[in-house]
């Protein structure tokens, strides 16, 4: 037991943000409180690089090693699931590690896949660890903090937000079916100097056979303003403790099913932002010193490229039919501006620069 324990604290690290959130609900598994508590601390760790969502139908899946042999993984800049933990094997006994996020090609609302979130356990010499499933904006890397006499470690629930900018609404569609009386939950918040100010989270109660469509809204008066984290979640088993990841509770099996998710911006018109866009832009030169500033995009794209002013206000705009694109800025004053490649009302990337004359 000491060995499997040595070796998820000195190969991962998890990093805890100020969010706890218990259900009544029970497990007949048993909570490893007490030998791992002392391990765990309670702190947020923002992430310092850009990061933009991969793609909202939960389609880019990555095939990993571990002791167990290869298992696929949904794991992108922004999301993480626990599927991690399988790779570790379990060098002091009780079989391996449970898969938690599963790709599931059944019935997916848009693209191929949609992800299947499956609380499972850790198996224990004497007992289980209960692991509930749940991807989102968590950072699942474990390193030897856990050793650290202070500080420890913990589990990273926001993670940074490059627009900044507040939707009005959190949609997508999902399917449940839980296990004796477990409950599942969806969350988005928003962070500032790494507290959160607002946040918004469904809980699930009760068995969803059919793809529902949910949505979360943001109140008007969080509309327009900027933050610099964001917190997005979607849990099978509502009793995570994010604190320790040890008092975890809930039932083996119960599934939470989720695709085509996104942002809704501008209620009114309703321009939505794909979470997890698979296009990625490059912009040069970033600040730009002078009237040409150049995107390079990873595939072909048609739409326009809209400049927003740091304040909201659409500056200008341009068509973009392919994969790269010139803009004349030179009646952009000094300032941050934002830019945003749209189709229709869908927002398929977006990021910052800085114009400096």
Known sequence: MKKLFHLLVTSYKLQ??????????????????????????FCIFPLSAQKQFPDSSFENWTTKSG???????????????????????????????????FRDESNPVDGLYSIKLVSGRAPMPNGSAFLPGMVGT??????EQFLAPVGGGGITIATDWEDG???????????????????????????????????????IKNKVDNWTEFSLKIPQQYWNQYFEEIKVLFVASAGVDFETLTNCKGQEGS????????????????????????????????????????????????????????????????????????????????GNYIYKLMNGNT???????????
């Open 138 to 143: 968590i950072d699942p890397d474990f390193i």
């Open 347 to 357: 927002i398929f990337a977006q990021g910052k620069f800085v114009v400096t004359k």
């Open 67 to 101: 002791a167990y042999g290869t298992f696929v993984d949904f794991d992108t800049d922004f999301f993480h699931t626990l599927n991690s933990l399988h790779a570790l094997g379990n060098e002091g006994g009780g079989g391996e590690i449970d898969l938690t996020a």
């Open 255 to 334: 599934a939470l099913s989720i695709d085509a998710i996104s942002l809704l911006y501008d209620c009114e018109i309703g321009i939505r932002q794909n979470l997890l866009s698979t296009v990625k832009v490059n912009v040069f030169p970033n600040p730009a010193t002078n009237d040409i500033l150049n995107m390079v995009l990873n595939e072909n794209f048609t739409g326009v490229v809209s400049i927003y002013s740091i304040l909201g206000d659409k500056v200008m705009e341009q068509n973009i039919n392919g994969d790269q694109c010139q803009l004349n800025i030179k009646n952009l004053s000094s």
């Open 16 to 41: 805890v943000t100020s969010y706890k959130l218990r259900t009544p609900h029970t497990s007949h598994l048993t909570p490893l409180t007490s030998y791992l508590l002392p391990l765990f601390a």
């Open 165 to 203: 900018k507040t939707p009005c609404a959190f949609e997508g569609w999902y399917k449940y079916d839980p296990k004796n009386n477990d409950s599942a939950f969806i969350d988005i918040g928003f962070y500032n100097s790494g507290k959160e100010v607002f946040s918004n989270k469904m809980l």
